[in-house]
């Protein structure tokens, strides 16, 4: 009797392989095996290995003819574009290059000089991607807010938004924004449903808040907003939270979660987040040594209880992530959670679910972490309110 052969792996649902190799989304090295291992597995790793180019106008290989993505086109749906006008113009081979990639879902505008391309270059770099949905700018200086108000109006479909490190070449070119004329008065296209704002002054977000005031609003859905402010020791405390308030009074009243990264911690308070009306979800990400540190200011922790008690009674959770997290024993650290556990049991939430928290750089274990909060949060442990974890 001749034994069964084992099913061959051409034989297997393909649902099944294409399952197993999206869990190796990040792993290059296991991607190039599963690609050269069997014909079924090749469309879906290579799906993974290219979804993502990146193409440096500065490379002088990169604007060779000989620079080709050959059969990968149909699977890149990222792009990100570095250095775009640094050389004044695009070159004559990299833009039928780019236009060659219909299928980007994501694009990327990293550390260039918008405001020194041309118009054609400019109008052909936009219409190539109609289908955008994610838009990233990072490091980009433009002429001045209309400049960045074009170039966002351009994708109709774009529904997230990431705008990190912008700055006007034109001195001024900020001022009486409000008074400018908008591009598009009649709402057109998709409606934003994220924005990610890290460093940003306040012309940009004027000029955001003039971008999301073009789209359609829809108060039924959700909207993210996350807001990321980093601080070194030569600038101004109050620069980075007047920026702050002027986000929350201009946009404040569109997020359901607002997602706020503290770098180091705000010296006057984060004001204007009453604006924010809709609020259902927030969360804080603290790095506990620059709490602990403050830059030389070690008691300035009270805008944190602030903050909490100006939050909307409609907010149903809470999440904080805490960074350099062995700290926690620190007299700030303690009197940090002491601060929520005080604020959140003492302050009128109806529809809080849930509270959760997550550290990072934390070695002991969770039986000692649930000693520590029946010591300094015993109100929110015994509410059943809370969750918590440890992560990398």
Request: net charge neutral; aromatic share 10%; proline share 6%.
């Amino acid at each position: 009797m001749v034994p069964s052969r084992t099913p061959s792996l051409a034989t297997m649902p393909q649902e099944l392989l294409d399952c197993v190799i999206d869990h190796l989304h990040d792993d290059s090295a296991s991607l190039r095996a599963c690609a050269l291992s069997h014909r079924a597995w090749l469309p879906q790793s290579w799906r993974h290995l290219h979804h993502h180019v990146s193409i440096d106008a500065s490379r002088p290989s990169h604007k060779s003819p000989r620079y080709s993505f050959g059969h990968s086109l149909e699977y890149i749906q990222s792009l990100e574009l570095v250095h775009l006008g640094d050389a004044t113009a695009i070159s004559p081979f990299t833009m039928p290059l780019l236009s060659r990639l219909t299928h980007v879902r994501t694009l990327s505008i990293s550390f260039g000089a918008w405001d020194k391309l041309s118009i054609a270059d400019k109008n052909s770099l936009v219409s190539a991607y109609p289908n955008v949905e994610t838009l990233k700018i990072n490091g980009v200086s433009f002429s001045g807010p209309l400049d960045m108000v074009d170039l966002i109006s351009s994708f109709p479909h774009l529904s997230h938004l990431s705008v990190m490190f912008v700055c006007f070449s034109k001195p001024g070119s900020a001022l009486g924004l409000d008074t400018c004329p908008s591009p598009q008065v009649m709402p057109f296209g998709s409606p934003i449903r994220s924005l990610r704002i890290l460093e940003c002054s306040r012309g940009v977000v004027d000029a955001l808040a003039m971008v999301l005031g073009q789209r359609p609003r829809d108060y039924t859905s959700k909207f993210i907003l996350k807001l990321e402010w980093a601080i070194s020791r030569e600038r101004s405390y109050t620069m980075q939270d007047a920026a702050m308030e002027h986000v929350f009074t201009r946009v404040g009243h569109l997020p359901t979660k607002l997602s706020l990264n503290f770098r180091a911690f705000p010296m006057t308070g984060v004001k204007g987040i009453e604006h924010c009306n809709r609020l259902q979800s927030l969360d804080i990400s603290l790095d506990l040594f620059t709490i602990h540190d403050g830059f030389g200011h070690h008691n300035h922790y009270h805008w944190l209880p602030e903050l909490l008690e100006s939050v909307t009674s409609h907010i149903e959770s809470f999440s904080f992530t805490f960074t350099n997290a062995h700290l926690w024993r620190s007299p700030v650290g303690m009197a940090t959670f002491r601060c929520i556990d005080g604020v959140l049991t003492a302050t009128h939430f109806p529809k809080l679910k849930r509270v959760e928290m997550y550290f990072k750089g934390l070695r002991e274990s969770k039986l000692q972490i649930l000693e520590y909060f029946m010591t300094y949060l015993p109100q929110l442990v015994a509410s059943g309110l809370l969750m918590f974890d440890v992560i990398c």
